[in-house]
T-cell receptor
Framework: AQTVTQSQPEMSVQEAETVTLSCTYD???????LFWYKQPPSRQMILVIR??????QNATENRFSVNFQKAAKSFSLKISDSQLGDAAMYFC????????????FGQGTELSVKP | DAGVIQSPRHEVTEMGQEVTLRCKPI?????LFWYRQTMMRGLELLIY????????DSGMPEDRFSAKMPNASFSTLKIQPSEPRDSAVYFC?????????FGPGTRLTVL
């Protein structure tokens, strides 16, 4: 069975600085997707970024980028130029390559941003 | 598109009562998922449907929980009878080609 692990329950960053959130996963599949979701206090789950396992290039969305190390089964999220609005719970998630497959979530990392 | 719509947003009920949570998926999305979020267990899948057919209900805790998807634009999650340990946030999500989009969730409190 696939598992997702986030080893940092809490992280803190100074406004305008860079922070990296860690995620590791375990799977025997070769075709899968990885995601980072953001959950602010409003509890809405917001998709931050997606990475296809077959792509070697790391995904980037504005200030958010990932470091995808397939052999190491590592998928970290880097947030550059941190803003107060980035404060939230961040979840790493895994999905099989089959369209419509369920998400398996990590335990989450709570990020605080200091002004 | 309005996104995934869930109702109610908040529900407070007493132990033993029936609870029905509702979800309207994004039009054109063929997969629908029900997740539950608690402090102890995090986010976990309860059940999901592809083309209105239940595919995996292994996450449904027990027979008190049931889910239906009578058509492509509506799904319900029912708990009967409810218990205090069912208190949680319940999310409905629907899937396009790659990503899952979540509704705002229903916060359920069972007293």
């Amino acid at each position: 069975a696939q598992t997702v692990t986030q080893s940092q329950p809490e992280m803190s960053v100074q406004e305008a600085e860079t922070v990296t959130l860690s995620c590791t996963y375990d799977t025997s599949e070769s075709d899968y997707y990885l995601f980072w979701y953001k959950q602010p206090p409003s509890r809405q789950m917001i998709l931050v970024i997606r990475q296809e396992a077959y792509k070697q290039q790391n995904a980037t969305e504005n200030r958010f980028s990932v470091n995808f190390q397939k052999a190491a089964k590592s998928f970290s999220l880097k947030i550059s130029d941190s803003q107060l609005g980035d404060a939230a719970m961040y979840f790493c998630a895994y999905r099989t390559g089959n369209q419509g497959g369920k998400l398996i979530f990590g335990q989450g990392t709570e990020l605080s941003v200091k002004p | 598109d309005a996104g995934v719509i869930q109702s109610p947003r908040h529900e407070v009920t007493e132990m033993g009562q029936e609870v029905t949570l509702r979800c309207k998926p994004i039009s054109g999305h063929n997969s629908l998922f029900w997740y539950r979020q608690t402090m102890m267990r995090g986010l976990e899948l309860l059940i999901y449907f592809n083309n209105n057919v239940p595919i995996d209900d292994s996450g449904m805790p027990e027979d008190r929980f049931s889910a239906k998807m009578p058509n492509a634009s509506f799904s319900t999650l029912k708990i009967q009878p409810s218990e205090p340990r069912d208190s949680a946030v319940y999310f409905c999500a629907t899937s396009g080609l790659h990503e899952q989009f979540f509704g705002p969730g229903t916060r359920l409190t069972v007293l």
